[in-house]
């Protein structure tokens, strides 16, 4: 098991599994199998169902579902709160004034000017017998249609054992003379978790969105809740929330797997070590560039891109089938610190 092999890196260990990628353009997914059996697709389904494209559904090696359901596909018990919470995904909640964060199908487009990311192209798939690599491109786009930034992907995802690791490097490009994105609290890359992998409430809870409309969360039966975050700082529960750390790990049961998910920052990434924006309530997010709404006002970052200028952003997520040490992380964290 990663964690208790004494840590040779994940490079080290000898049971790489086979990744397989499979186009399936009906269904507008790329989907991956590892060692045969369902990971995870890539889902692109255009304006009509998401404003953006996701990693949905989100599976542990023994075959636990670690995403929420709803709004897609709703499971019994879940929160119906943000319908924007889709599997995994990354973007924004200002971009030149355009909410990319919030944009779905649920909210009334009157009131806000909201952008849509458009997947715009698969340029690669490549399965292999250590690791699998999806390249994607998409288009930001304002409230008018006016492309903003555009958008090229890589994922690379492995298994070994009962543990799981999607790769993920994103580069932006502005195509506007200045593109602004300055320091608001909802971004950048995330995952909506499972009810099981929540921290248990037992407290009414209001979130309220950019648009300052109050999303009511009533109190739900914690039994079989079981989520705890804990970061690369040793600070556990939601106080992990507003905090700077390397990594940061979600810990949770589901039935009787335990299960961990890992968001790891790369130190080449704006604002590294970047703040969490992660919940209670199922969102685990890191935001590189939130520092004033998430450090309380101690820091700001308005960052900015003039036409042709890039960034890019780097995140590696672990989903294992145990609860990982802080070792293990520590040792995954100081390996993907050394690739671009």
Known sequence: MLATVSLATWAGLANAQKVDLIKNDKDKKVEVKIDGKPFTAYYYPGESVLKKAVLYPVMTGKGAVITRGWPLDPRPGERVDHPHHVGIWLNYEDVNGNDYWNNSNAVDHAKRAYGTIIHTGITSVKSGKDKGELKVTADWVDKDGKLTLKE?????????????????STTLTAVMDEVNM????????????????????NKPEIFTDASGIATKVPVMNNEGITGNYRNSNGIEGEAVWGKRAIWCNLTGKIKDENISIAMIDHPKNVGYPAYWHARGYGLFAVNPLGMKALSDGKETLNFKLKKGESTTFRYRLVIA?????????????AAYGKTE
Request: no cysteine; proline share 4%.
């Open 182 to 201: 300055p320091d608001v609290k909802d971004g950048m890359y995330a995952i909506r978790v499972a009810r099981e992998l929540e921290l248990p409430s």
């Open 321 to 333: 089938s145990e609860h990982l040490k802080d070792a293990a992380l520590n040792e995954l964290a």
């Open 152 to 168: 090229t992907t890589t994922y690379v995802f492995s298994g070994k054992g009962d543990t799981r690791m999607i790769d993920r």
